[in-house]
């Protein structure tokens, strides 16, 4: 009979051998991934929420989320960056629905509250009523306070650039959740250089939020599913490479160095993804130009629990905001920039280099198909599991990247933090 389970229980007990056995209902049950928003992304972690570049005058503002909430980031007149909930303390309304735009204060379009960039009340129609006839008639009671009834403000870190929000306002400060030694991998890429936004790209992917953050602590397929990587050589088995995780095992850094073994190494030897006669016409894809802030790495790749990645592909480097829209599905969100001292020759091959990724990527396309596909296995028998066990059971850092340990590294925090 196989796996098929004699009774089906909801959420049995995870099998044991450490974290490596993952429950596809992990992916799969709705109250598992209400459970998640509420401790992964509204409580106790920083979660991204943009560029400060994305904001560079007063008044200027984007509007995101954390987690499922929907959220704006705001330049204020004094320069300070501030996150409040985009909802009216009125009535509820999600009042604001520009992507990105420049405003004096913040409307709500329903009565027209309105708030500082801030989010403080400054204004309510009709507070003190309506004369009419010689009387006053209707405004708030007396009692009324616009100090009571400001947006909700998350709290907001800023470092290199980078804002970061959390609902909880005990959260532990940014460098302490990152860590040492992802921090140091942080300040490479957000070294307080100005950045500059080069544009963006938004994909629906139908799996579950956690399948993204896996594909980027996986270092297994990179060299097996994307024949771009294999057969140019950008990212193999044989690249010299490194793992790091914080000391929770919730971030993660996966650094690899381009190899010199050339493009027949015994490492693509069986490989079906590697295509030894396919060429690229526009060579303007690999014009590689090794920059100082490297200090070695060709490719650095950030995993910040739970929210977003940070990638350095060569000359590429984007953000990637996960945005959960349900268990089965998020959004994601790439920010491709530069940095301001750039040449213009360095910003066009940033852009040049940007195909390899987003939505239609020669590199991530491949990976949206296959956290879908992975979604579809899961939800046809959830009673079942995955394996993570390459390398082993344990999960710690290494010197190379046949391994799942940032896996096995991931599931051990969120078994703690779910009491799973
Ligand atoms: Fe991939």
């Known amino acids: 009979m196989g796996d098929i389970p004699v009774v089906f229980q909801k959420n049995p007990a995870w099998e044991e051998k450490g974290s490596s056995r993952i429950p596809f209902w992990a992916y799969t049950d709705e109250s598992i991934y209400k459970k998640e928003l509420e401790r992964f992304f509204y409580h106790g972690h920083w979660c991204y929420v943009g560029l400060e570049a994305e904001i560079p005058n007063h008044g200027d503002f984007k509007r995101t ?3 499922e909430r929907s959220v704006i980031m705001t330049r204020a007149q004094d320069d300070s960056i501030h996150v409040v909930e985009n909802v009216c303390a009125h009535r509820g309304m999600q009042f604001c629905r520009e992507r990105h735009g420049n405003k004096k204060e913040l409307v709500c379009p329903y009565h027209q509250w309105n708030y500082t960039l801030k989010g403080d009340l400054q204004g309510v129609p009709f507070r003190r009523g309506v004369k009419q006839d010689g009387k006053v008639n209707g ?125 027949k190494a015994e490492v693509t030897a069986g490989v079906t993804s590697f295509k030894e006669s396919m060429s690229i016409n526009d060579k303007r894809l690999l014009d590689i130009v090794a920059e100082p802030w ?27 905001h996960i945005q959960p829209n ?34 239609a990527g020669f590199v991530s396309a491949d990976d949206g198909e296959v956290i879908e596909l992975s979604q579809c296995g899961f939800e046809q028998k959830p009673f079942h599991r995955t394996l993570a066990e390459l390398g082993g059971y344990e999960c710690g850092n290494t010197d190379h990247m046949v391994t799942e340990t940032l896996i096995r590294g991931m599931y051990n925090y969120w078994r703690k933090v779910m009491e799973i």
Do not use: C
């Open 139 to 263: 405004g708030m009671p007396k009692e009324f306070k616009t100090e009571e009834h400001s947006l909700n403000k998350l709290k907001v870190a800023t470092r290199g650039g980078v804002v970061f929000a959390s609902f909880d306002h005990d959260v532990q400060s940014l460098e302490d959740y990152l860590g040492p030694d992802i921090l140091a991998y942080f300040d490479r890429l957000f070294s307080g250089r100005k950045l500059h936004i080069l544009g963006y790209n938004r994909q629906r992917i139908p799996g579950n939020w956690k399948l993204m953050q896996e594909n980027i602590k996986d270092p297994y397929h990179p060299g097996l599913l994307h024949t771009w990587f294999v057969t140019y050589g950008l990212w193999r088995a044989d690249n010299k490479s490194e793992l790091k995780m914080d000391s929770e095992f919730r971030h993660a850094a996966m650094v690899s160095t381009r190899g010199s073994a050339g493009a």
């Open 294 to 320: 490297w200090g070695g790495p060709t490719a650095v790749m950030l995993t910040i629990f739970p929210s977003v990645i940070f990638q350095q592909q060569v000359n590429s480097v984007s953000t990637r």
């Open 65 to 67: 989320v954390v987690g």
């Open 326 to 359: 349900g268990k089965g599905s998020f959004d994601f969100v790439w920010t491709h920039f530069g940095f301001e001292d750039d040449t213009p020759e360095m910003t066009e091959r940033r852009l040049i280099q940007a195909n390899l990724f987003g939505p």
